[in-house]
């Protein structure tokens, strides 16, 4: 593709955005009064542009490679057999194990020192909004949406079931960053809502939880679901920022300084009885990785 249909759909997709999620924003505010052009928001619009310009064909073109990799080692029978199912039960599969590997792939981020360095990058955001979203290190991009489409790739799901799937969980993506509180009710049970995700991001909740990706299930679970009738009062991280986009990516390779050397701002969690084995065992591998818990 090039450059001027990749500034084309770049155009799209962001006059699409804020078609969508902008009004949004201002009928049902999380946090009212945030202004559109909120502090750090050009630096928000590089990364959504980044996406588009460098990084998307990068990761693109890694996990193609990835699933030409599965090819090899998944029977064809198997993938033949998966495919022969209704379209409805394939997008149920796919949603259920994604989110399932998605969860557990997601506290590793917030576990695991390695990780965190990249992932941190995301969490860095102080203001939520729909293009903060986009606010993520290349790095966590592959790691994420690899972890999000490994079911698919394992079992061979068809395009069709894919392309669909891939345009949804991109929309809810920025659906639970954006601004946005709606009045769901007893639906958020089943259903994540941004109000969960912002908890997520909050700056001091000590326990951030809600890893979940679009059901709150597994975290309800795993006992890492939260979420209080307000909107946290600050998001981000306890530590120094960088000076705009490229400090951002370049940030997770150069070494931890001591002052903030911490894990993340969720290393404080503690999980019911289903998760503590687990988490004992995350815990040790973080305990060994660039960064220790605070």
């Not at 006059?15 to 009212?32: D, G, Y």
């Not at 599969?93 to 995301?122: C, K, M, N, P």
């Amino acid at each position: 593709m090039d450059f001027y249909a990749l500034a084309w759909s770049a155009g799209l997709s962001l006059l699409f955005f804020i078609l969508v999620f902008r009004p949004l924003e201002l009928v049902f505010p999380a946090k009212p009064g945030q202004r559109f052009f909120r502090p750090a928001w050009f630096t928000d619009l590089c990364f959504f542009l980044g996406q588009y310009f460098l990084w998307g064909g990068l990761v693109l073109w890694i996990l193609s490679h990835f699933n030409g990799w599965l090819d090899e080692i998944v029977s064809q029978t198997f993938r033949h057999a998966v495919a022969s199912q209704p379209w409805w039960l394939q997008a149920i599969e796919v949603v259920l194990l994604s989110d399932l590997i998605t969860y557990w792939g997601h506290r590793l981020q917030h576990r695991v020192g390695f990780l965190w360095r990249f992932h941190a990058v995301h969490h860095s955001a102080e203001h939520l909004d729909w293009l903060a979203a986009h606010r993520e290190h290349p790095l966590d991009s592959i790691y994420t949406i690899g972890l999000v489409n490994l079911p698919a790739f394992v079992l061979g799901f068809p395009i069709e079931t894919l392309a669909g799937f891939i345009a949804f969980r991109g929309l809810w993506a920025i659906y639970i960053h954006s601004n946005v509180r709606l009045p769901t009710g007893p639906l958020r049970i089943l259903l994540g809502a941004p109000e969960l995700h912002h908890w997520h991001h909050a700056r001091d909740a000590g326990n951030a939880g809600n890893y979940g990706n679009i059901s709150p299930l597994l975290d309800i679970l795993f006992g890492t679901h939260t979420c209080p009738n307000h909107e946290p009062e600050h998001f981000g991280l306890n530590e120094p920022a960088p000076s705009g986009y490229l400090g951002y990516l370049l940030q997770p390779f150069l070494p931890a300084k001591r002052k903030d050397d911490q894990l993340s701002p969720t290393a404080g969690e503690t999980d019911t009885a289903p998760s503590q084995e687990v988490d004992s065992i995350l815990a040790d591998e973080a305990r060994s990785s660039f960064r220790t818990v605070p």
